[in-house]
C-alpha cells in the first residue's frame, strides 16, 4: 500500500533569469517527469523574470533554479510571503551557502577545513601564494572560475570573475582528488569521486566533456567516506540548509577532505551528481524526487 502523499499539486519553478538558465531547464524537465511517475499532478513554470504567477491550486513548490534567484534566498523569500511551502535552505540558509565569503566564515569558525582564502573588491591584488583559484563569490556551475598558475595569468582571470560581481573569492588550489557529498534530509548519501582529465573540473569537464567520469561510491578508505559525510552534515548544519544540498570537497594529498562550497540547488537530472549517489543506494530518480517534494516546507 503506497503511502498517502503530503502534497498532490506541485510547481516546479525553472529556467530563471541567471547564467544558468539553460542547465535548470535540464534539472526543471528532469524533476517534473520524475515527479508525474510518482503520482503528482505536475506543473513546469519557465521562470523568465523575477515576476511570476503560480498556477491555482499549487500545493508546493520544488524549485529547480541554479544560481541567482533561484539559490540566493529571493525566490524563497518570495514563495514565503505567498504562504506556499517549497524544497530546501530556507531564505537565510539559501544566502549563506550562496555567498561563498559567508560560506568561508562559517566554515572557518566551525573548524571545518577548507582552503585559505581572501575576499577581493575591484582593485585588490591577491597575496596568496600560486598556485589559486579565482571564483565569483555569488556564482555556481563553476562559471567564472579560474586556476590561476602563474603571475602573468591574474589579471585575466580576475577581470573574468569581476565580470560577474565586485567581490570575488580567491583560495589556494587544493592539489588531490574532486569528491562531493549529496544530502537528502538528515541522510549523507554515497560519496562521489569525480574523474576529470587534467584534475581540474571546470564548467567544459562539468558539461561538455565526455571524458568527465563519476565513481559511486568513491574508491577511498571507510573512515574517510564516512569522515566526508560527517563535514557534509555540519556544513549543511551551519550553514542552517535543510531538505537537500551537495556539499563538493578537495580531499588533499594530505588525505584531508577540504570542503569548497554547498549547493542548495544542485543539478538535478537522472545523471547528476546527488541522483546518482542516491541510486546507489537503492532510491530511483521518481523516489528521490518523492521524497524531496514530501518535505517541503515554509
Not at 208 to 237: H, K, M, N, W
Request: hydrophobic residues 40%.
Amino acid at each position: 500500500m503506497s503511502k498517502a502523499k503530503k502534497y498532490h499539486r506541485i510547481a516546479v519553478l525553472m529556467g530563471g533569469p541567471s547564467s544558468e538558465r539553460e542547465i535548470s531547464l535540464k534539472s526543471g524537465a528532469a524533476i517534473s517527469a520524475g515527479l508525474k511517475q510518482s503520482g503528482y499532478d505536475v506543473v513546469g513554470v519557465d521562470i523568465e523574470t523575477r515576476d511570476f504567477v503560480l498556477p491555482d491550486s499549487t500545493e508546493a513548490v520544488f524549485i529547480a533554479l541554479h544560481g541567482a534567484f533561484g539559490e540566493d534566498g529571493q525566490v524563497q523569500s518570495m514563495l514565503q510571503e505567498k504562504g506556499i511551502p517549497y524544497v530546501g535552505a530556507g531564505p537565510e540558509g539559501s544566502k549563506a551557502a550562496f555567498d561563498k565569503g559567508i560560506t568561508k566564515e562559517r566554515l572557518v569558525t566551525a573548524g571545518i577545513p577548507t582552503a585559505a582564502y581572501q575576499l577581493l573588491h575591484r582593485g585588490d591584488q591577491p597575496t596568496l601564494e600560486l598556485p589559486a583559484v579565482v571564483k565569483p563569490t555569488c556564482q555556481g556551475s563553476t562559471i567564472g572560475i579560474h586556476k590561476v598558475t602563474r603571475a602573468e595569468e591574474w589579471e585575466a582571470a580576475l577581470d573574468d570573475a569581476f565580470s560577474y560581481g565586485d567581490e570575488l573569492l580567491v583560495e589556494d588550489y587544493i592539489d588531490g582528488r574532486e569528491l562531493t557529498v549529496g544530502v537528502v534530509g538528515e541522510e549523507a548519501l554515497p560519496v562521489v569521486e569525480v574523474l576529470v582529465p587534467g584534475g581540474w573540473y571546470d564548467f567544459g569537464a562539468k558539461y561538455s566533456s565526455s571524458q568527465t567520469s563519476y565513481l559511486v561510491p568513491a574508491p577511498i578508505e571507510d573512515g574517510l567516506a564516512v569522515r566526508c559525510r560527517e563535514l557534509a552534515l555540519a556544513t549543511f548544519e551551519i550553514l542552517e540548509c535543510r531538505g537537500l544540498g551537495r556539499i563538493d570537497f578537495r580531499l588533499g594529498l594530505d588525505l584531508v577532505p577540504y570542503v569548497l562550497e554547498l549547493n542548495t540547488i544542485p543539478g538535478f537530472t537522472e545523471t547528476s551528481l546527488l541522483p546518482k549517489a542516491a541510486k546507489a543506494v537503492g532510491i530511483d530518480f521518481p523516489e528521490l524526487c518523492d521524497r524531496i517534494i514530501s518535505m517541503a516546507t515554509l
